[in-house]
T-cell receptor, first 114, second 115 residues
Framework: DVKVTQSSRYLVKRTGEKVFLECVQD?????MFWYRQDPGLGLRLIYF???????EKGDIPEGYSVSREKKERFSLILESASTNQTSMYLC?????????????FGPGTRLTVT | AQSVTQPDIHITVSEGASLELRCNYS??????LFWYVQSPGQGLQLLLK??????LVQGIKGFEAEFKRSQSSFNLRKPSVHWSDAAEYFC?????????????FGTGTQLKVEL
């Protein structure tokens, strides 16, 4: 089974802090994604990566950056956390070919910025 | 741009009753279509998917969905709901070609099951 893990289930940070959310997948997937989930808004794509050191902006990249130094690891960085970034963050991965759109999700990190 | 609409924000059904969750997509060509389920505090789990072929697809946990091109719909159904089905359900679509393998998600339908 594909396993996607996220470093923290719950995280509380202060406004202005730099925050790192880590995601690791164990199935050698080429693609990795970071989403933000808010009530009534569904999942919104922040960034995705289709290869090591490659990244592409999603629908809401403002205030976020990402890093992918190794194939299995994809990090989301909040450069200066703000209260409007309080949310559930979901990481996902998928293959780049074959049934490439099927995404596998981690359990999520609920981030609270105070 | 493609979009997905889930018109029902909340649905309540009695245990043992049948269930249908609606999903409409907006896309010119036949897209890839997915249903995911999210239990409280968890990530998303794939229930089923449609790429091509038979328009009635079977998934896990007794769920099925039917692709209807004429109605641009991909509704999720279950003949008899169990209390453990209470969760949030998301419909998603991805383009047949290009698009960087990205999915577009609906806003979700929260299912409550009354015992």
């Amino acid at each position: 089974d594909v396993k996607v893990t996220q470093s923290s289930r719950y995280l509380v940070k202060r406004t202005g802090e730099k925050v790192f959310l880590e995601c690791v997948q164990d199935m050698d997937h080429e693609n990795m994604f970071w989403y933000r989930q808010d009530p009534g808004l569904g999942l919104r794509l922040i960034y995705f990566s289709y290869d090591v050191k490659m990244k592409e902006k999603g629908d809401i990249p403002e205030g976020y950056s990402v890093s992918r130094e190794k194939k299995e690891r994809f990090s989301l960085i909040l450069e200066s956390a703000s209260t409007n970034q309080t949310s559930m963050y979901l990481c996902a991965s998928s293959l780049a070919s074959g049934e490439r759109y099927e995404q596998y999700f981690g359990p999520g990190t609920r981030l609270t910025v105070t | 741009a493609q979009s997905v609409t889930q018109p029902d924000i909340h649905i309540t059904v009695s245990e043992g009753a049948s269930l249908e969750l609606r999903c409409n997509y907006s896309y010119g060509a036949t897209p890839y279509l997915f249903w995911y389920v999210q239990s409280p505090g968890q990530g998303l789990q794939l229930l089923l998917k449609y790429f091509s072929g038979d328009t009635l697809v079977q998934g896990i946990k007794g769920f099925e969905a039917e692709f209807k091109r004429s109605q641009s719909s991909f509704n999720l159904r279950k003949p008899s709901v169990h209390w453990s089905d209470a969760a949030e359900y998301f419909c998603a679509t991805g383009p047949l070609t290009g698009g960087g393998n990205k999915l577009t998600f609906g806003t979700g339908t929260q299912l409550k099951v009354e015992l």
